[in-house]
């Protein structure tokens, strides 16, 4: 069993391995916060792109337990990181992510959504953000893509050794 201490009570977790004890220990009275498409909004208006790597680096420096991140895949077979199927809303460009290559997405910039305004950022891919979340946070994915796409995403994570860190989550009507 988990014992809180002052840091838990507190709701500021200092490592990824204090997150995943409570995670493991069902029996601590502990609300775990939960970064939605990462910490993109302050004030209740946003500030940086969504699923980006300031929406991931906020949601770490501001002491969360862990991010949600939505992904899809490439023309080209890659895993990235975005919430709707197209990057009309979210980047520079617009068309369908599976219509498009990583290469292309990657030429794209992400926007701040209620000020329309253009960054430097570019989409991430899964290995990407695997690597940014690492050692520091748990990562919620919300795979966009149809419940076999699971095990491909799993062994990225196992092979990248951030396994334990990842919670898979996926609408059962994906297509």
């Known amino acids: 069993m988990v014992q ?33 498409r990462g910490g993109y ?20 420096d ?14 080209d077979d890659q895993y990235v990181i975005i919430h709707d199927k197209t990057v009309d809303r979210t980047t ?6 599976d219509e498009l290559t990583l290469d292309e ?3 794209l910039n992400l ?5 329309g305004e253009v960054t430097s950022e570019t989409i991430p891919t899964l290995e990407e953000a695997f690597e940014a979340v690492e050692g520091e946070i748990m990562l919620n994915i919300d795979i966009k893509l149809p419940v076999e ?3 491909n995403v799993m062994n990225i994570a196992r092979e990248m050794d951030v396994d334990e860190q990842i919670v898979i989550k ?3 009507n994906n297509q």
């Open 4 to 36: 809180m201490d002052n840091s838990m009570a507190d709701n500021k977790v200092e490592s990824v391995d204090q997150i995943l004890e409570i995670w493991e220990d069902a029996t601590v009275d502990y609300a775990m916060v939960v970064a939605h």
């Open 41 to 60: 909004y302050e004030n209740g208006v946003t500030t940086i792109p969504e699923n980006s790597f300031p929406a991931i680096e906020q949601s770490i």
């Open 62 to 75: 501001t002491g969360v337990e862990m991010v949600e991140l939505d992904v899809w895949k490439t023309k």
């Open 92 to 97: 520079t460009g617009s068309g369908r992510v």
């Open 105 to 107: 997405l990657k030429e």
């Open 111 to 115: 926007i701040i959504e209620d000020t």
């Open 149 to 151: 796409e699971l095990v």
């Open 170 to 172: 996926n609408r059962v």
